[in-house]
């Protein structure tokens, strides 16, 4: 029972490692990692968008700020200036009045173009006025009405201010388009340099949004991380069999509902593992009371059956053969109801080893020889005096007596027994006793099940001269010594039973190990000096 | 183990918009613009009736600075109420063609070949881009010379005036005699 509760505890945590394996690779694509990404593509989101389209705005307002006052210093010029002229101009005049319309604004590099009547003059002289485009042009002469444009001549921008001018208003005529018109072109130096120191200051504001919003995200990882960390812990520990592991629930979110749950469910499992641990323990001592109750009655009947069996040559054949049947039965339900107190006491951890040093092959002879079977159990055992050990002797004769009954009950004669030992390694010398039958050999699927209790391996059968827990107890004794049993078919055929003891219990824990199953031993039947 | 792939197209998908935001910040400078309007226009210049008289053998522009034709131009303004400012030009320009050089210019040595006018005036037509001036029936006809005077002169006054229609299309009529045609400015006027 205690051996189903621990498998799969066992399985539990052989699946989380399992798990942990397959998650550890992936660790650059974990949460933190995920959380920084996406914090920091954010931040640098939200900071370029707000940045552009504050720039935009900024960017907007600097032009517009700056072109304003262009165009109306420059009508204000023009305005003055013209009250001096009168059309119609001639080349000459025309060069005056562009000259005179910049220098009228001496502090700025102005350069001016004037046309009229299709001449045109230039305050630079020849100067290709590359900035005034077809398109300003037309409208400037279409329209009666000041037009700017911003162009990018050889890689650097220009403001171009196209202005038409009009006839003085007088008393008989009417103020119309003169056909003069003077355009004005500007370097944007300046914007350019501001809008640049836009650029650079949005720079500037990404890059400590970019470290902040990073060191959130780690922050905000960590916040995560560390309830999934203990998380993970916790669960390995249960996993491990420690059931009574608990998370420390802070806080209200989710991790802290997932850490309240998992408390629970821990909880949940600890009361049912106490549960059938409290049931098996009920069960055991059950059996225990069972067997010792039984026990009182069985010795009075045995005493009764005995007493029959002498009188039972007087009875009438009939009541003599039922005499004698109710005799064998009694002495077999003894040997069962023994059998079962043995067990119980193995389960209920009250077993002790009675350590003694002793000559193994003397003391399997005299397993032999009190059990008659030195005839029929042919034993190669190393001579007297060379194999010895500290074993509990009352244990070891249990053990032999058990294998060889097994072997003569089930198996066929001659059943072969062989002692010796050897040195494993790091572990001291230890003694190997195998027994082998003549026999059919065991069927491979019964072959796992063969040391459990009552398994008989002919269902039919269902009534056999042993108790059923011969080899049970068996391999509660070679646990006892801390070492192992294992049963194969043997390759010329028969079944071969290999006990494997340590010779000296130094160094080996004290209690029982009982996680150790027998029929899990790694012993090779190949090597046998059986074969 | 499933929480893998996410990632990948989260990238993806951001990635045209912080592209896009770069380029914004990366487009930056004075951008270039289209013709945007700016509101009026320069206002104010005078204008000068050009009139094309003769120094030597050739004509000569001068600017009207006569001060004895005040009462001309006066009953001109009056009549340009109703006749439009482009006929008032012209014909104030035509007009003092006629009256010939003042006595300041005249002592220069500039003369006028049109024949005095103290009883007549010519008549003007504009209609559109035509210019028409006709003239009393003389006895003689004009030279040619004069007749440049008086294109040049009805051109000049047209295109300052006017200047958004196209040039002139003068024609001086001398009835019984002869149709004198010139397109626009005439190479011959300045």
Known sequence: ?531 | MTSATPVRPRTARLAPLLLSAMLLLTACGVPASGVVPAGDSATGIGRTTMLYFIRGDDLTALPDDTASTTDLKAALAFRAQHAGTVLYDVELAVWLLAVGPGDAVRAKGVTSELPAAQTWRPTVRVAGSAVTVELPPYARPLTAIATRQLLCTAADAFLTASPDTAPAQVTVKVPGHALWRADGFDRTCS
Not at chain 1, 197 to 223: D, I, N
């Open chain 1, 1 to 531: 029972m205690r051996n189903l509760l621990k498998s799969p505890a066992k399985a539990t945590g052989t699946a989380a490692r399992a798990v942990a394996r397959v998650r550890a690779p992936s660790r650059l694509r974990g949460v933190r990692v995920r959380l920084v990404v996406a914090f920091a593509l954010v931040a640098v989101a939200a900071t370029l968008s707000t940045g552009a389209l504050t720039f935009r705005e900024a960017r907007t307002g600097v032009l517009q700020q700056s072109q304003d006052a262009v165009i109306r210093q420059f009508r204000d010029h023009v305005n003055t200036i013209v009250a001096d002229y009168r059309l119609p101009l001639s080349s000459a005049r025309l060069k005056e009045f562009a000259d005179d319309v910049a220098r009228s604004e001496p502090t700025q590099s102005w350069r001016i173009l004037a046309t009229y009547r299709g001449r045109s003059a230039t305050s630079t002289p020849r100067d290709p006025f590359a900035e005034l485009t077809p398109e300003l042009r037309t409208a400037v002469a279409t329209r009666s009405a000041a037009d700017f444009q911003r162009v990018t001549v050889h890689g650097r921008p220009a403001l171009v201010v196209g202005l038409p001018v009009a006839f003085r208003k007088s008393p008989g005529t009417v103020a119309g388009n003169s056909g003069l018109a003077v355009f004005l072109a500007i370097s944007q130096n300046t914007e350019q340099r501001s809008i640049d120191a836009l650029v650079t200051s949005v720079e500037r504001a990404s890059v400590p949004a970019l470290v902040l919003a990073v060191l959130l995200a780690l922050l905000a990882a960590r916040g995560v991380l560390r309830p999934v960390r203990a998380l993970r812990e916790a669960t390995r520990s249960i996993a491990e069999g420690h059931l009574d592991t608990r998370l420390a629930v802070d806080g209200s979110d989710e991790l802290a509902d997932l850490s309240h749950t998992f408390n629970e469910t821990a909880a949940a499992l600890e009361e049912s593992v106490a549960e059938l641990r409290r049931m098996e323990t009920r069960a055991r001592r059950f059996a225990a009371d069972v067997s010792h109750e039984l026990r009182t009655p069985l010795a009075a009947m045995s005493a009764v059956t005995d007493i029959l069996d002498e009188d039972a040559a007087h009875l009438d054949p009939d009541t003599a053969t039922a005499v004698r049947l109710i005799s064998q039965e009694t002495v077999k339900l003894a040997r069962l109801v023994d059998d079962l107190m043995e067990i119980s006491r193995f389960d209920a951890g009250a077993a002790q080893l009675h350590l003694d040093e002793i000559d193994l092959a003397e003391s399997i002879n005299s397993t032999l020889a009190t059990r008659a079977w030195r005839e029929t159990v042919h034993a190669q055992l190393p001579p007297p005096g060379t194999l010895r050990g500290r074993l509990d002797p009352r244990r070891l004769d249990v053990i032999v007596a058990n294998l060889v009954a097994n072997a003569l009950r089930h198996g066929a004669p001659p059943v072969q027994l062989r002692l010796y030992e050897y040195e494993r390694s790091g572990a001291g010398r230890w003694a190997v006793i195998e027994v082998l039958d003549s026999g059919p050999g065991i069927p491979a699927d019964v072959l796992p099940l063969i040391f459990d209790r009552f398994y008989k391996s002919d269902a039919a059968r269902t009534r056999t001269e042993g108790s059923g827990l011969g080899l049970a107890i068996t391999t509660e004794n070679v646990r006892l010594h801390h070492g192992t049993v294992h049963a194969a078919n043997h390759p010329q055929g028969g079944a071969l039973f290999t006990v494997e003891l340590p010779l000296s219990q130094d160094g080996l824990p004290p209690s029982e190990s009982p996680d150790e199953h027998p029929s899990e031993s790694p012993r090779p039947t190949e090597g046998s000096p059986l074969a």
